[in-house]
């Protein structure tokens, strides 16, 4: 047990997420975090319609945002709506663009 120094400072605990956050910013991840979180909000984002026939895969360092489709029809309907989506997706102030979506068919 390492024994404590008296002239140490005593440090008051600092809540986990300003830890990770510090981190996350410290090591230039923050933006890339924050670009990701389209996955989870994807159905907030594109609605529950399109939600429902599609998953959001990953977002790569470029911006591609790859999302797996249940049908040809809806891949050919929603590369369509790539402006629309791509204008939704990236409405979020400060959040690092999304620049294309790729879209593939789900196995």
Not at 1 to 13: I, L, Q
Not at 16 to 31: C, H, I, R
Not at 42 to 66: C, H, N, R, Y
């Amino acid at each position: 047990m390492r024994k404590r120094d008296p002239n140490e400072k005593k440090r008051k605990p600092e809540p986990l997420a300003n830890v990770l956050g510090s981190f996350l910013k410290d090591a230039k991840l923050d933006e890339r975090v924050e670009q990701a979180q389209v996955v989870p909000e994807w159905e907030s984002l594109v609605g529950k319609q399109i939600a429902s026939v599609t998953k959001p895969i990953s977002v790569t360092l470029d911006g591609t945002l790859f999302v797996s489709v249940k049908t040809n029809g809806w891949m050919t309907e929603l590369s369509l709506m790539e402006p629309q989506l791509l204008r939704a997706l990236n409405a979020k102030a400060g959040r690092a663009r999304i620049r294309k979506i790729r879209l593939q068919l789900m196995r």
